[in-house]
């Protein structure tokens, strides 16, 4: 398990994260077109999503997962290479495909270690733990990245840095035990034959309705938050400068102190991820239904929306930052659940393939929404972005996403689970 943990821990020391969508700006990009970056790096992740999990069942998590890392450092080596717009795509094309060959592998392996162990009751536990010291491993990052950003000699350098966790992660994952990496018996199919069996066995499992509505309620919030999870770094530096301005600063303090408090800012909101979903095992424990409380999450994160843009209209930094942060402690505390929810429904030889669908429709539906969410903010604004948000995940969850399945019919009535 503490290989889980420092996997996760080395994977979330990506140094640039804090400054990403402001290095895009100040190297010249709109929110249109970093949108576009999104979008690429998406439809390679959704294109390859499947195959992944597929290839993952039949030749070995550890070698996708490997691969996957490979995918990561060359990105990074093309970030660095930027700010020329091929550099920047063709990393995008690159980090793609490492959350394709990555995303559902690590957390199948993880299950394949608890079914081993004999541990899959506490897979929620267990996964909170794990995620965890990835939030660990964010907050970190933070602090680094404050240190890191003042001492190198162009921001770009933060992306080559970033290449050594990775190597770290690679060497981690190269000694992950050997079972890890035994592949489902052979079959007689040839390739193309076996992936459409593949996909007809997909449609089989998609027509148990309790799975596809926690596989659909979990991309959805996933991508919305994805999509929008580092607009605090514009939001943050319009109040900063405003702030500052009163103090004479010239532009090389005003972007100390602009990075310095980006970088405080987010190490805070990782601690409070860390700490929801290092808990929501003991939330699980205590509630009656767990689809109902996702469910509930999700319309949390809607009225969140909404009272950012109302702060932000009435220019309140702290609350806008407050609020923010509750946003990314929400995300942590019902990804876990969901998780053990997606988990508990798969079948057990189809986790690592329903797990990458979860992530493919997440990526189809961020691909989708990163260039929309630009124009809407190059043309009108953040907060109106935020409202038309709020209005779409409350009338989507209430029309398509919400049911009533808690963890107790789960398991007392499996039967009815293939209906």
Avoid at 42 to 54: A, C, H, K, M, Q
Avoid at 391 to 419: H, K, P
Wanted: with cysteine.
């Amino acid at each position: 398990m503490w290989k889980f943990k420092f996997y996760g821990f080395f994977k979330n020391l990506q140094f640039f994260e804090p400054y990403l969508l402001l290095i895009f700006i100040n190297w010249g990009y709109s929110f249109f077109q970093i949108g576009i970056f999104v979008m690429i790096r998406e439809i390679f992740t959704y294109l390859f999503e499947i195959p992944s999990g597929i290839m993952a069942d039949k030749y070995g998590k550890k070698n996708e997962l490997l691969l996957c890392f490979l995918f990561y450092i060359l990105s990074f080596f093309l970030y660095f290479l930027g700010p020329g717009w091929f550099a920047v795509i063709f990393a995008s094309i690159l980090y793609g495909l490492g959350e394709a060959f990555r995303s559902g592998t690590h957390k199948a392996m993880e299950l394949q270690w608890m079914e081993k162990k004999g541990l899959l009751k506490y897979k929620a536990y267990i996964y909170g733990k794990t995620r965890s010291w990835s939030l660990y491993g964010s907050t970190l990052n933070s602090v680094l990245a404050i240190v890191i950003v003042f001492f190198i000699p162009a921001e770009k350098w933060i992306f080559l840095l970033a290449t050594i966790p990775f190597i770290l992660d690679f060497l981690l994952i190269s000694s992950y035990p050997s079972y890890m990496n035994i592949k489902l018996e052979k079959s007689k199919l040839k390739w193309h034959q076996q992936l459409k069996q593949d996909f007809l066995d997909l449609f089989t499992v998609f027509k148990n309705r309790r799975l596809r509505k926690g596989v659909f309620t979990s991309a959805t919030f996933d991508s919305i938050f994805k999509s929008l999870k580092d607009y605090i770094q514009p939001i943050i530096k319009i109040f900063i400068v405003a702030i500052l301005i009163n103090y004479s600063l010239d532009e090389t303090q005003e972007d100390f102190y602009i990075k310095l408090i980006l970088g405080i800012i987010y190490a805070i909101f990782y601690l409070v991820s860390s700490f929801s979903s290092k808990n929501a095992y003991n939330v699980i424990q205590r509630i009656k239904n767990t689809k109902r409380t996702i469910d509930l999450l999700f319309d949390l994160f809607a009225i969140l929306l909404l009272l950012e843009a109302i702060f932000m209209w009435l220019k309140v930094p702290i609350l806008i930052i407050l609020f923010y942060m509750v946003i990314y402690g929400v995300y942590n505390l019902r990804r876990p659940m969901l998780v053990g929810y997606i988990g508990e429904l798969a079948p057990k030889n189809q986790r690592a393939t329903v797990l990458s669908v979860e992530s493919q429709i997440k990526s189809f539906l961020t691909f989708l929404l990163a260039p929309i969410l630009g124009i809407i903010v190059d043309y009108t604004s953040i907060q109106v972005l935020f409202i038309i948000l709020a209005a779409v995940i409350i009338g989507v969850n209430f029309l398509f996403l919400r049911g009533e399945c808690s963890t107790q019919e789960i398991n007392c009535d499996s039967a009815d689970s293939i209906n």
